[in-house]
């Protein structure tokens, strides 16, 4: 016969096991979630993932300045037209800020 007492301290060695692995698994999801924030999507991937903001719109802030170069998006073309890949995670924080409060348009004038 087993002992009760082996069998209470085996039941719950499993149930504290099952509780870390659940805690791991909740860490893991939060750090690809980051991972996935920080990542450089193109526009259209960009756009799908912010749901109601086109690529459009999403190319011409990056045009206009009103996202920043190498925080909010990166242009990997050498050419004249651009192809520009959007920082998931900067771009979001920006649309998440107050209007008032969010970087002004660079004056690329002059």
Known sequence: MIDPAYLQALKATAETALATALAC????DQLQRELDE??????????????????????ERCINGKFRHGTHFINTSD???GNYLI????????????????VKPINRAS
């Open 79 to 81: 050419g004249k037209r």
């Open 87 to 102: 920082k998931l995670g900067a771009v979001r924080k920006f649309f998440e800020t107050d209007p008032a409060k969010r």
């Open 25 to 28: 698994s909740k860490v893991a």
């Open 38 to 59: 920080n990542k450089y999507l193109s526009l259209d991937e960009a756009a799908a993932a912010l749901g109601s903001i086109s690529a459009d719109m999403l190319k």
